[in-house]
Nanobody, 120 residues
């Protein structure tokens, strides 16, 4: 089995910064893309930032220039540095990994989510 565990959420004032981290563990052969998504009640989950195993990144327009995604392939971790936070960034943030399982199949795994609240 594969588990993703997130940490780093919390409450911050507008203009502040937070760093989210996610660690994948279990029967992992390798990990392809890793990403952060977020969701607010009543809305669809949206991709915030993604990074390939080679380090190429992609960001939602709403966070470009403020959020930065990085990963450590040796440790199977991904982080999201969030700067200049806005109240509209308030959401539950989820880590996602496209994993090649030790048995050879590929599957997407999600973390349990971590709450980020930005006060105005």
């Amino acid at each position: 089995q594969v588990q993703l565990v997130e940490s780093g959420g919390g409450l911050v004032q507008a203009g502040g910064s937070l760093r989210l981290s996610c660690a994948a563990s279990g029967s992992i052969r390798s990990i392809n893309d890793m990403a952060w998504h977020r969701q607010v009640p009543g809305k669809q989950r949206e991709m915030v930032a993604a990074v390939t195993s080679g380090g190429s990144t992609n960001y939602a327009d709403s966070v470009k220039g403020r959020f930065f995604i990085s990963r450590d392939n040796a440790k199977n971790t991904v982080s999201l540095q969030m700067n200049s936070l806005k109240p509209e960034d308030t959401a539950v943030y989820y880590c996602k990994a496209n994993v090649i399982h030790a048995l050879g199949y590929r599957a997407n795994y999600w973390g349990q989510g971590t709450q980020v609240t930005v006060s105005s």
